[in-house]
């Protein structure tokens, strides 16, 4: 059984860099194609960011797109969300999600396991 557990998170400031890691147990990187989504109160879940196994193409919402970067570490079998110039409506629960389709996408579906969550605060 596949499980992911995010950390990183906390609360910045407006302009401030925050990095989130998924660890993933249970399975490998390099099999499965890993996303970020993100959930603030009174809104539907988001896609972030995603990036696929095979060949590692990778995808970005559009509000994150030139601020955020996706990275792998197959080594430590990590997957890292670096976030940069972030913004208050960048705050949220992120979740990472990990799917065994082979290409990323950014729908919800074909990812098939799910972390707990790390909240982003951005206030000043």
């Known amino acids: 059984q596949v499980q992911l557990v995010e950390s990183g998170g906390g609360l910045v400031q407006p302009g401030d860099s925050l990095r989130l890691t998924c660890a993933i147990s249970?399975?490998?990187?390099?099999?499965?194609?890993m996303g970020w989504f993100r959930q603030a109160p009174g809104k539907e879940r988001e896609f972030v960011a995603s990036?696929?196994?095979?060949?590692?193409?990778?995808y970005y919402g559009d509000s994150v797109k030139g601020r955020f970067t996706l990275s792998t570490d197959n080594a430590k079998n990590t997957v890292s969300l670096q976030m940069n110039s972030l913004k208050p409506e960048d705050a949220a629960v992120y979740y990472c999600?990990?799917?065994?389709?082979?290409?990323?996408?950014?729908?919800?579906?074909?990812?098939?396991?799910w972390g707990q969550g790390t909240q982003v605060t951005v206030s000043s």
């Open positions: 999600a990990a799917g065994t389709a082979p290409y990323a996408t950014i729908t919800a579906a074909p990812y098939v396991y």
């Open positions: 249970g399975g490998t990187l390099s099999s499965h194609t």
């Open positions: 990036i696929g196994w095979f060949g590692g193409n990778t």
